[in-house]
């Protein structure tokens, strides 16, 4: 027969083996919770970019949500805000071409890219391709890819905003350079932001400030 002292001792390991079961339990079902949800997430952001643009092909945009709302968490901003941009700059077409040469989701120029190589990592550059009968074909490179796109933007993003103390400089210097030449740009991106905010199942980031109080506003008022 067990003594007192190993009866406990079996209790007290028993007890400790049901309390740390529970926890891993508890972790396990958080997780999977988590998973579940951002798949939501996910599949919400890619219902808004066929909504936008029923010829974008949702394969291409596959691992773009999952990309978008990690690089904005780096940059400290809401995801929606730059689904937003992506919005204004491409219409959500992963190879669009800009008249200056801009690339991509986020209309990058591959020498802008170039810079934040060193953040990023490498890229493969566009190239033009010699074909039959003098015919040529321009291969995009990886910016036409919205993964790299968006690693790349919110990189160079985030460069701009160590100098610029408020988002309406970034993005103005983002799209226009340090002078800022589309100062339009900021108010048409914040406009499909408050678009995109009414859509609670994107679950942006933003929450309204709650209005102060008529009786308080009068006493700090008069204070």
């Not at 396990?28 to 029923?54: F, M, T, W």
């Not at 077409?93 to 802008?112: K, N, W, Y």
Request: net charge positive; hydrophobic share 45%; proline share 6%.
């Amino acid at each position: 027969m067990l003594s007192r002292h190993s009866k406990a001792l079996a209790i007290l390991m028993m007890s400790l083996a049901v309390a740390v079961g529970g926890l891993v339990l508890t972790r396990h079902v958080i997780a999977v919770a988590g998973e579940a949800d951002a798949g939501r997430l996910n599949r919400s952001i890619l219902d808004y970019i066929a909504q936008k643009n029923p010829q974008a092909p949702i394969r291409a945009f596959q691992r773009f949500p999952e990309a978008l709302v990690a690089e904005a968490q780096k940059s400290n901003l809401d995801h929606c805000l730059a689904l937003a941009q992506a919005e204004v700059e491409s219409e959500f077409r992963h190879d669009a071409v800009g008249a200056a040469g801009e690339i991509g989701l986020f209309q990058m120029l591959p020498s802008t890219a170039a810079i934040m190589e060193p953040v990023v990592g490498p890229f493969k550059r566009p190239t033009i391709k010699q074909l039959r009968e003098a015919k040529t074909a321009r291969d995009l490179g990886d910016l036409a890819d919205p993964v790299v796109s968006t690693k790349f933007a919110m990189a160079y993003l985030r460069d701009i905003m160590t100098r610029k103390s408020n988002v309406k400089d970034a993005l103005t210097e983002y799209n226009g350079g340090p002078a800022g030449r589309h100062p339009h740009y900021y108010r048409m991106v914040m406009g499909t932001y408050v678009e995109i905010l009414e859509r609670p199942e994107l679950r942006c980031r933003f929450r309204e400030t709650p209005k102060p109080s008529p009786t308080l506003t009068t006493l700090l008022t008069r204070a």
